[in-house]
């Protein structure tokens, strides 16, 4: 299990972009499991939509993509502090289920499946109350920075 401080050692995001709050469970080259907890204080609520908030779908699909960074970060036993950073540079298959609200805990699953020169591919899914919200594979490049 990973606590916010410990999240933010392997995430160079900060406000108003970190978008994983606690890593559950991980297992280095197989699976993450994290979740964000969703606030009617976030700022993406002022404009989507200010009668019906709703958690954008892009933003669903970076929290995974954050999380599938740390399942990355763990897996290799580097941080952005070593001067490496990863980055989201392809989505497939990606489906959205169900809305998320306020109140909601977004839960994220990412697993590792192939690794090729320094891009990874991850299978991803986020679930709100055990229902399944969106899906997708992701494909995450590492970067010297």
């Known amino acids: 299990m990973m606590d916010i401080h410990e999240v933010r050692e392997y995430l160079p995001h900060r406000y108003p ?6 890593v559950v469970s ?12 969703v606030s009617i204080n976030e700022p993406f609520f002022n404009g989507h939509f200010p009668q019906e908030p ?7 699909i970076e929290a995974l993509a ?11 036993n580097k ?8 980055l989201l540079v392809g989505t497939d298959k990606a489906r959205f289920k169900r809305q998320v609200v ?16 320094n891009i990874a591919k991850f ?15 992701l494909l995450v490049a590492e970067q010297r920075v």
């Open 54 to 60: 709703i958690m954008p779908g892009v933003l669903i």
């Open 17 to 22: 972009f970190l978008l994983v709050d606690r």
């Open 123 to 137: 299978s991803c899914h986020a679930e709100v109350d055990g229902k399944l919200v969106a899906a997708c594979d």
């Open 26 to 37: 991980v297992e280095p080259g197989k699976r993450i499991e994290a979740y964000k907890n």
């Open 102 to 117: 306020p109140g909601d805990r977004l839960m994220l699953h990412s697993e590792w499946l192939t690794h090729r020169r």
């Open 79 to 86: 941080r952005p502090a070593d001067g490496f950073i990863y």
């Open 66 to 76: 954050q999380a599938s960074g740390i399942l990355g970060f763990v897996t290799e």
